[in-house]
């Protein structure tokens, strides 16, 4: 850890690193807690065989926080191979709980759990709103398409899934714009305090 600690300390310029800490979790990213001149930081590094651009994610979280979007600053990333090791986001630390049952059940939340469905809803308004013009590399996908070639990949007819494609190809709204869409929105990705 201490090579690590010494490699954020040269990307970010800061004279000392401190208390880096693996967090548990992150399914897609090796996780990190830490303080680099006394502010406290996340760094998210790319896993191994991960072929997801994390430049393009970087520049997502840029485009969205500089848009209004409740979510942590960009504060350093390269995709660049280096000490770090691998492709890499240091961002602002944002502290709040993301453990659904919690969240959901217990009392320090209540208040919480009687605003979040409106602040969701602002959160993913400004997501949608953000200009997607602004993120090189950010790749147009018609998830209709996506989740049916997911579904034809089983090789086992599923009559109501069926039913639902048509009924969504046939209703496709005319003229769209090119949207941000967050693709995993949930409990588990947001932080809640």
Not at 176 to 183: K, Y
């Amino acid at each position: 850890m201490t090579e690590l600690a010494d490699a954020l300390a040269d990307a970010l310029g800061a004279s000392r690193v401190d208390h880096l800490t693996r967090l548990s979790g992150g399914a897609s990213r090796e996780t990190f807690r830490f303080e680099a001149d006394g502010r406290p930081l996340i760094l998210q590094r790319q896993r191994a065989g991960d072929v997801r651009d994390m430049g393009v994610e970087a520049a997502v979280v840029r485009a969205a926080h500089a848009n209004g979007v409740p979510s942590a600053e960009l504060v350093a990333s390269s995709t660049e191979p280096s000490e770090i090791g691998s492709a890499y986001m240091v961002l602002s630390l944002v502290e709040g709980e993301t453990i659904a049952r919690k969240i959901l059940r217990d009392e320090p939340f209540a208040h919480a759990r009687s605003v979040l469905a409106g602040q969701f809803g602002t959160a993913l308004a400004r997501i949608h709103a953000t200009d997607v013009s602004a993120v090189d590399g950010l790749q147009e996908q018609d998830q209709v398409a996506m989740y049916r070639a997911t579904l034809d990949s089983f090789g086992h007819p599923h009559p109501a899934f069926e039913l639902a494609f048509r009924w969504l190809d046939a209703h496709r709204p005319a003229g769209t714009r090119r949207t941000l869409v967050h693709g995993d929105f949930r409990l588990g990705n947001v932080m809640v305090d």
